[in-house]
């Protein structure tokens, strides 16, 4: 745990050698929905940070500032002095990662952002669909187990990897009484997402100022600016042309969920960005 910002946020560290790994997740999830990637990736150091309202960090109540997420990463980086790490963000947490690369620079040698949740930047400033849905997501269950059970034949996630699916039930849960509760509740995700377009979520001006090499990863299909589809890939096509120095790459098999759908792939992704290669490939 880390005290920053006047929050307590949580950090999630495997201990190993080289240059560190350093995830962020998306809107809603939490540090340990990395696992099956992070297990394939042993003999580095890894970490995953759960930004506020998530996970097992502070839940301040709404409204909730993106660049705010951005700040929470940076105050793990500086608590355990990261440096020249591999930068992989997912959904909010590529926007996350590219704040905290403006932010405190000397974090990351790279970043990998995967379908990150940053938009075209004409759409900052303009009305987001409504999400007031999300509220109603049930937020009481009595067990990872029950969680499973109810979600695996449901989309998205009977689109998952099983082991992912688990991962994201059994650490996406807090102890209520005798029942468990979303380590994200609802009405904090959903206020999130009212500010994906707000004015100062606008993250363009950061992008321009990101010197080191960056690989933005999308969903085959894009959003539509006036649906609010989470299967969709919410990021701008032309993203990677932003960058100083970036590179595109689209995988047409995957909605927005593609950490959960293909992590051997993400992984291998990773893997060969430290020159590395994953253990089953050996």
């Known amino acids: 745990m880390v005290h920053a910002n006047g929050?307590?946020?949580?950090?999630?560290?495997?201990?190993?050698?080289?240059?560190?790994?350093?995830?962020?997740?998306?809107?809603?999830?939490?540090?340990?929905?990395?696992?099956?990637?992070?297990?394939?990736?042993?003999?580095?150091?890894?970490?995953?940070?759960?930004?506020?309202?998530?996970?097992?960090?502070?839940?301040?109540?709404?409204?909730?500032?993106?660049?705010?997420?951005g700040r929470d990463i940076v105050a793990v980086a500086d608590a355990l002095d990261v440096r020249d790490a591999l930068?992989?963000?997912?959904?909010?947490?590529?926007?996350?990662?590219?704040?905290?690369a403006a932010l405190r620079p000397e974090t990351y040698a790279e970043l990998l952002l995967i379908d990150p949740t940053i938009m075209l930047r004409e759409l900052y400033g303009t009305t987001p669909p409504d999400a007031s849905y999300i509220?109603?997501?049930?937020?009481?269950?009595?067990?990872?187990?029950?969680?499973?059970?109810?979600?695996?034949?449901?989309?998205p996630f009977s689109r998952w990897h099983p082991q992912v699916l688990r991962?994201?039930?059994?650490?996406?849960?807090?102890?209520?009484?005798?029942?468990?509760v979303l380590a994200c509740p609802p009405h904090i995700e959903a206020s999130i997402y009212q500010k994906s377009r707000a004015r100062e979520s606008n993250i363009y001006p950061e992008i321009e100022r990101i010197e080191q090499p960056v690989t933005?990863?999308?969903?085959?299909?894009?959003?539509?600016?006036?649906?609010?589809?989470?299967?969709t890939s919410p990021t701008g096509p032309d993203l990677a042309m932003h960058f100083p120095h970036a590179r595109d790459m689209v995988f047409t098999d995957c909605t927005h969920y593609i950490p959960m759908e293909a992590p051997d792939r993400v992984a291998d992704l990773v893997a060969r960005a430290h020159d590395l290669r994953a253990p089953e490939a050996r």
Do not use: Q
Not at 87 to 100: E, F, I, K, L, N
Not at 169 to 178: A, K, R, V, Y
């Open 216 to 231: 933005v990863v999308r969903a085959g299909k894009t959003r539509d600016p006036g649906v609010f589809d989470l299967s």
């Open 7 to 69: 929050v307590e946020i949580a950090a999630w560290v495997w201990p190993g050698g080289g240059p560190p790994l350093l995830f962020a997740h998306a809107t809603g999830f939490h540090g340990r929905a990395w696992d099956a990637i992070i297990r394939k990736l042993r003999g580095r150091r890894r970490i995953a940070v759960e930004v506020r309202g998530h996970g097992r960090s502070s839940k301040p109540e709404p409204p909730y500032l993106w660049h705010d997420f």
């Open 135 to 155: 509220k109603k997501r049930r937020n009481v269950f009595a067990s990872a187990e029950a969680m499973v059970e109810r979600f695996h034949n449901r989309l």
């Open 167 to 180: 991962d994201y039930c059994e650490f996406g849960i807090l102890p209520s009484g005798d029942e468990f």
């Open 87 to 100: 930068g992989v963000g997912h959904s909010m947490g590529g926007h996350s990662t590219v704040c905290a």
